[in-house]
């Protein structure tokens, strides 16, 4: 089943690449270069899940995750961080906020799409 995906990430070709590897499953992809243009389109329209950089202008991933916690209406949206940051502090930060799994770049496609599998399921 086809879901709404939420791609936040400040790198297009990134973003491009990721977009075309859940497109490619039959997921629904909206992109967002920050993490403030990503609130915006938490406007009430259905989405599945959200996988956000953590190193981003503006807003970055740690805020944007403590935003859509705080928000009525996706505060239980999955999160998953998509970053080039390995460090074990800075994911089990990413779990305290409510992140829901911590993918490093460079991914590999079927590991994103069995992490986009498992926290859609339903």
Do not use: E, L, N
């Given at each position: 089943m086809s879901k709404t995906i939420l791609i936040v990430d400040?790198?297009?070709?990134l973003r491009l690449v990721v977009k075309m590897t859940l497109e490619g499953a039959g997921h629904h992809v909206i992109q967002a270069a920050d993490g403030q243009q990503a609130m915006a389109m938490l406007d009430g329209r259905q989405i599945d899940l959200v996988l956000t950089d953590l190193n981003m202008p503006v807003l970055d991933g740690f805020g944007l995750l403590d935003s859509i916690r705080h928000h009525p209406?996706?505060?239980h949206t999955p999160v998953v961080m998509l970053t080039t940051q390995d460090a074990s502090h800075l994911q089990q930060l990413g779990q305290q906020?409510?992140?829901?799994?911590w993918?490093?770049?460079p991914f590999e496609p079927t590991h994103l799409l069995a992490v986009v599998a498992r926290l859609t399921l339903g």
């Open positions: 400040d790198s297009t070709s209406a996706y505060g906020k409510g992140g829901c799994s993918i490093v770049k």
